[in-house]
């Protein structure tokens, strides 16, 4: 089995259910070991990708290239591909060991080698002492490094990996996250793994792709993303910028880089005049939320020093800006 | 085993419990439902068990340690009915005595059955659970399987008759189609027309317990079998069979048990020319002999008890439960 990490390239990838259209020609190309997130709202057809990536999903219309074969019509185990569900599908009935060595099984590998290679790849992912458990009797992050070494141990050229981390708490997810991008830099092959939170994408991703009602918005490295969103959609679901429209034209804000000006007297007309709705203390930062006078809402995050120094409540007059070179224009 | 386990953490949990009670001078709540009405909601299905069940039972197996003759039944503990119900089965002779006969043949028909009714059972279960997709569709099949229900046991099987008799149906078309000459005599009131009849009645206890244990499979672990490259057939023997055996057992547990005490199916389908235990029970009470009649029950009883515990030994059943 090959084991050397390959190009993947969908080519007007589409997945049609009836009349509604999951997934419309989506066209993207993955270079090998690259750490990959579908990022989207629910129902965005991220899963569908990915789906018909792996071979669960029967492609509608278009190729799905892995290294040189089209593989459209291969199933899983064929394409070079590995998944490792939402909630990680351990087979209930076997031990950690025989899970990790399913596939092994299926191939027809004899008992000894194949226990012993399961063996290896749980010690890969720390969990060597477990062998004999059964799923129901370990962790959530467990089970979790389970699934993952029983989807490594075909050494796939692409692992799939659909909301991973959704079934965990938060701190275990934070720590989990770290774990899955060192596992994609030691094995050197490609992670493509569907999340709907922009903060796990920008964390892990070396390349983001966002999606939205089966269509790919934008792609590019999480600072590309982030700084330079570019539609309204993009910048609205990456969260910390304001979309505000000026003289026809939409631009992207961060959050960060709006400046209160200080309070002023209501005679003042400015189209920069704001009236603060909610301020809400996060700690390190302070968000205060205002309502422009021609309706727009806004938001800035101020560094809770910089709000002491003039600090606003509920009901305040302010006056807001930004430097020109901190807005950004977006194409829609 | 559970039992053992916990009883030593309760042992010491329990004074614990009385001190701090005992501290705060009174008993505390644990609930807002007094605690006879749990009792008397279990009272009802409690007492018909009793009554019914476990009297009778009791009843049965003294009965089976009486005296009786020709005329009259005398409490007493005799084993004689023991031995009668085992006469000449341990004396060595080559030909099988009547009781061991009996039970031979009823086990034929009880393997026979189990393995058609588990076949075909399995499959229906596994079409309505696998490849029907939406649960309205579902619940319309099922309740189509359960159809026959709606017609009493005896009626289901007289319908028979006009299908498989010397001049049925079957026969008739098959004479005519000029495929045989003279109408097939093992149709009817035979050892197949008595496996047919069985298959008939109980494949339903298979396909529910199954069917329950299939739903309740993730299809997600099919989807990872797949994803490992197994075949339809090794997601089938690997992740599907392993992963509803406790609902093989259920079934398995019904239909083993209702053929081992079956004899109206067996009496009607077999035209009364097939021994069964039941048969000869019922054969004793008309005649009368209560305490033999009791003791066949008795020995009946531990066979099928016998049966269902060989076979929670392969499945532990708690477990998967």
Redesign the interface.
């Known amino acids: 089995m090959q084991s050397l990490a390959a190009d993947l390239e969908l080519a007007a990838v589409t997945k049609a259910y009836g009349d509604t259209t999951a997934v419309d020609r989506v066209s993207l190309k993955i270079p090998a070991g690259t750490y990959c997130c579908l990022l989207g709202p629910s129902g965005c057809g991220k899963s569908s990708t990915l789906r018909m990536i ?3 999903e029967f492609i509608s219309d278009g190729d799905v290239m892995i290294g040189n074969t089209i593989v459209n019509d291969l ?4 394409r070079g591909t ?2 490792m ?3 990680y ?5 076997l031990s950690v060991r025989e899970n990790v060595a ?2 092994l ?3 027809g590998t004899p008992k000894a080698e194949r226990l012993s290679r399961a063996e290896e790849m749980l010690s890969l992912v720390d969990m060597g002492r477990y062998g004999d458990r059964l799923p129901a009797q370990l962790s959530g992050g467990q089970q979790q490094r389970v699934a993952l070494a ?1 989807a490594l141990v ?1 050494n796939p050229t692409v692992l799939l990996l659909d909301e991973p981390l959704s079934a965990l708490d938060p701190f275990l997810r934070i720590r989990m996250r770290a774990e899955l991008k060192r596992y994609q830099r030691d094995f050197g092959i490609s992670f493509i793994h569907v999340t709907h939170s922009q903060e796990e994408a920008m964390a892990l991703a070396d390349m983001v792709v966002v999606m939205n009602d089966g269509r790919i918005e934008q792609v590019g490295s999480p600072r590309e993303i982030f700084n330079q969103p570019k539609t309204r959609f993009v910048a609205q679901f990456m969260g910390g910028h304001n979309v505000v429209s000026d003289a026809g034209r939409a631009y992207a804000v961060r959050a960060d880089k709006v400046r209160l000006l200080g309070t002023v007297s209501s005679d003042e007309t400015s189209s920069q005049r704001a009236t603060v709705t909610d301020v809400e203390y996060q700690g390190m930062t302070v968000h205060v939320a205002m309502r422009r006078s021609d309706g727009t809402d806004l938001l800035a995050t101020l560094a809770e020093h910089e709000f002491d120094r003039a600090p606003v409540s509920v009901g305040d007059e302010v006056q807001v800006g930004w430097h020109a070179s901190d807005r950004h224009e977006l194409a829609a | 085993m559970t039992k053992t386990l916990e009883a030593p953490a309760d042992a010491g949990a329990a004074p614990q419990d009385k001190r701090r009670d005992a501290a705060a001078g009174r008993v505390r709540r644990t609930s807002w439902t007094p605690r006879w009405v749990a009792y008397a909601q279990a009272a009802p299905m409690a007492l018909v068990f009793l009554l019914f069940f476990v009297l009778p039972l009791v009843a049965t197996f003294i009965v089976s340690f009486w005296n009786y003759t020709e005329y009259s039944i005398e409490p007493a503990f005799v084993t004689t009915n023991y031995t009668d119900v085992f006469y000449g089965c341990f004396s060595g002779g080559s030909a099988l005595c009547t009781t061991f006969a009996t039970y031979l043949s009823t086990l034929k028909f009880v393997a026979i059955v189990w393995a058609a009714t588990l076949g075909i059972g399995f499959t229906v279960a596994y079409f309505l659970a696998f490849h029907v997709r939406t649960l309205p569709m579902q619940i319309t099949l099922f309740m189509i399987c359960t159809i026959p229900f709606w017609t009493s046991n005896v009626i289901r099987m007289i319908s028979w008759i006009p299908l498989l008799g010397r001049n049925g149906l079957v026969n008739e078309t098959l004479v005519s189609a000029g495929l045989i000459d003279t109408p097939i005599e093992w149709l009817l009131y035979s050892d197949f027309a008595v496996a047919l009849a069985l298959i008939h009645l109980y494949t339903l206890f298979m396909v529910v317990p199954i069917f329950n244990s299939m739903m309740r499979i993730d299809r997600s672990l099919i989807e990872a079998a797949y994803d490992g490259g197994a075949s339809g057939f090794q997601t089938l023997t690997n992740v599907i069979i392993p992963l509803v055996k406790p609902g093989i057992l259920i079934g398995s547990i019904f239909v083993v048990t209702i053929v081992t005490g079956d004899y109206l199916t067996i009496g009607i389908m077999g035209g009364q020319q097939i021994a069964s235990v039941g048969k000869v029970i019922q054969t004793q009470i008309n005649f009368l002999q209560f305490p033999i009649a009791a003791a066949n029950a008795i020995v009946l009883l531990a066979v099928v008890l016998l049966t269902i515990w060989g076979m929670l030994r392969l499945v532990d059943i708690r477990k998967e439960l």
């Open positions: 792996a071979g669960h199933p899983p185990a064929k590995a998944m569900f939402q909630n599908a351990l087979f209930p009935h399913f596939s099984k299926m191939a029983r075909t």
